[in-house]
């Protein structure tokens, strides 16, 4: 989509850089908003601990979500590059 609208170049490593360098800045300015909340998530935990992420989500959110669908969504064989995401989101 980014090489599509003329924003990126195709290379990965370049679209990681930018994805890193775009947390770096976004994480200060996160911490300074006090009507923002973050509950920082990774892929990898998702996909090794699906129920105590999706409870610490219900939780934060202070929502009745539907935790057993949540965990039931999580399937680790939809990764197409193992190991390549580990920042959170």
Do not use: N
């Amino acid at each position: 989509m980014l090489q599509r609208d003329g924003k990126a170049s195709g290379d990965p490593a370049v679209l990681k850089r930018s994805f890193e360098g775009q947390l770096v800045q976004l994480q200060p300015w996160l911490a300074k908003q006090r009507t923002i909340a973050v509950l920082p998530v990774t892929y990898h935990r998702v996909v090794a601990a699906p129920r105590a992420v999706a409870d610490e989500l219900a939780a934060f959110l202070a929502l009745p979500l539907d935790v057993a669908a949540m965990v039931a969504a999580v399937d680790p064989a939809l990764h197409r590059q193992r190991g390549a995401a580990t920042g959170a989101l």
